[in-house]
């Protein structure tokens, strides 16, 4: 069976070759620019559609982003439509979103995390009076850590350790020794409120108290540039930016299933398929997971770094259960985004990160996106996802046998919350466990976020945009510097401006 090809190439299109695996966000973007350098491009995807994590399952007239579902830091999106002289607002709807999300407590309080100041300070008085000052000093600082730590660093390679050894100084003036936690501790009091301020590093796939107080840039991240939902669902970002590749000449090649790179003498120089097809190419980008690209994609023994044995060793990110679902009634009083918290912060994370067992109890992420869009449900309808950080597969759970027994747990949990009678209006159902992200994406062990972001593993720690031993052979995408988030794969892929070069450095060889 031949893999589809969404855009044909012209067959006298002599422009230097550059293929990327994988058609994550980190992916498309990546080709965007590389064709705005001069590169003819071709995207490689082993699923039926593009988006990687960020794909969409469509069925009994809902529709489900997979995935990715809070867009912050539009404007790196907005840079790629730029880049192809055109305006990413013709084309995607970003409508913004307040409250940025709810969170529910499990006494069931709430707290709705606005963009707004004062709207926030009230919030906060309202729970935690005597914790406001120490609310602003933390903002004033994640403010700082924003400004040097995404809007100085987050798109500028770490490909020496000279690199790492300058930005020193300011890390350890910013903490980033220290966890998350640490950080927010020492401006606030309420246990609550300590948790409503550090839980930002779960949605990029680390734990709280040991990712890197880096991390607490998140919460100035989403007051400066604020929350968005795609009109339509995430995946309309995806169709807009395959477009846009398209426009610029690429191909998107779905069911192409890359097998290995081909190095030839330290160089990367195109990949074989699953079916026995060979590419040439001028360079490679990767865009699937490090661990994969190290592990089962480059030829054993040419990577000196990334050998199998440092592999086994990394640190690697929780996985995530999710269950998809649509109602045939509507539920006005949930909000976009609300995050459920359980009984436990502190040894529920222990046992998901460090133990790496399956609790009794859960912290759940509800998304209901016909709160702002009804045209993802029938009418009359809700659609939902509910996701659950979990371990990765190195935990050994048996998710054949117990997903259903969980996804019950998580339905009885919503029926007694926020959802009265769920149970009897459940219309649709689908779930997605540790194993379909090992199977599906090929991430190792399911880590859904890949490396897990602690300070070991991050910037000059972490695998290189620019391979260290394989000439011409680029990684983007979350196991990469900066890391996961839709802001951290966009700004992956944003760094291959400086370290790749431009396609006329081939033309004139």
Not at 465 to 471: G, K, L, M, Y
Request: aromatic share 10%.
């Amino acid at each position: 069976m031949t893999a589809p090809v969404r855009h044909p190439l012209p067959v006298d299109d002599r422009r230097p070759h550059a293929i990327v695996i994988g058609s994550g966000f980190g992916g498309l973007a990546a080709a965007i620019r590389l064709s705005v350098r001069g590169y003819r491009v071709t995207v490689l995807e082993k699923l039926d559609q593009a988006g990687g994590r960020a794909r969409v399952f469509r069925q009994d007239g809902f529709t489900f982003d997979a995935g990715p579902t809070i867009v912050t830091a539009p404007f790196l999106f907005d840079e790629l439509w730029t880049l192809c002289g055109k305006r990413r607002a013709d084309h995607v709807d970003l409508v913004p979103l307040e409250p940025f999300y709810r969170l529910r407590f499990n006494d069931g309080s709430t707290l709705d995390c606005s963009g707004d100041p004062d709207v926030m300070r009230a919030n906060i008085a309202r729970i935690a009076p005597g914790d406001v000052a120490g609310y602003d000093r933390f903002m004033r600082q994640s403010e700082e850590i924003c400004r040097i730590g995404f809007e100085q660093l987050g798109h500028v390679p770490f490909g020496s350790v000279l690199d790492m050894l300058r930005v020193a100084p300011d890390l350890i003036r910013l903490s980033g020794h220290r966890s998350v936690h640490h950080l927010v501790s020492r401006y606030v009091k309420d246990e609550r409120l300590r948790i409503a301020l550090s839980f930002h590093p779960l949605f990029v796939g680390g734990n709280p108290f040991t990712a890197s107080a880096i991390y607490g840039l998140i919460a100035f991240l989403e007051r400066r540039w604020g929350v968005h939902f795609a009109r339509g669902g995430t995946g309309r970002l995806v169709s807009g930016l395959v477009d846009l590749i398209e426009g610029q000449g690429g191909t998107v090649r779905l069911g192409a299933d890359v097998a290995r790179i081909v190095v030839t003498d330290g160089r990367a120089t195109g990949v074989v398929l699953a079916s026995g097809e060979a590419l040439p190419a001028e360079i490679v980008v990767s865009n699937a997971d490090v661990a994969w690209t190290y592990g089962r994609l480059v030829p054993e023994g040419t990577s000196r770094r990334w050998r199998p044995a440092k592999l086994a060793r990394a640190a690697y990110s929780m996985s995530l259960f999710v269950w998809y679902f649509g109602t045939d009634r509507q539920y006005p009083a949930v909000p976009h985004h609300t995050i459920l918290l359980g009984p436990r912060y502190r040894d529920l994370l222990d046992d998901i990160f460090r133990r790496k067992v399956l609790a009794d109890d859960f912290s759940l992420y509800l998304h209901r996106p016909t709160a702002t869009d009804d045209g993802l449900a029938p009418a009359g309808h809700d659609a939902f996802y509910v996701l659950s950080p979990v371990p990765n597969l190195l935990g050994g759970e048996d998710w054949a046998t117990m997903a259903e027994t969980y996804r019950r747990r998580v339905e009885a949990h919503l029926e007694a919350t926020l959802l009265p009678g769920l149970r009897d209006h459940i219309v649709t159902s689908r779930l997605l466990t540790p194993v379909d992200f090992r199977d599906e994406l090929n991430a190792p062990h399911g880590a859904a976020f890949s490396l897990e972001p602690v300070l070991t593993q991050s910037a000059w720690f972490r695998p290189h945009n620019r391979s260290e031993d394989i000439a011409h052979l680029y990684l983007v995408g979350a196991g990469t510097h900066p890391g996961a988030g839709l802001p951290g794969v966009l700004s992956s892929a944003k760094i291959l401006d400086e370290v790749v070069p431009h396609a006329s450095a081939f033309a004139t060889r």
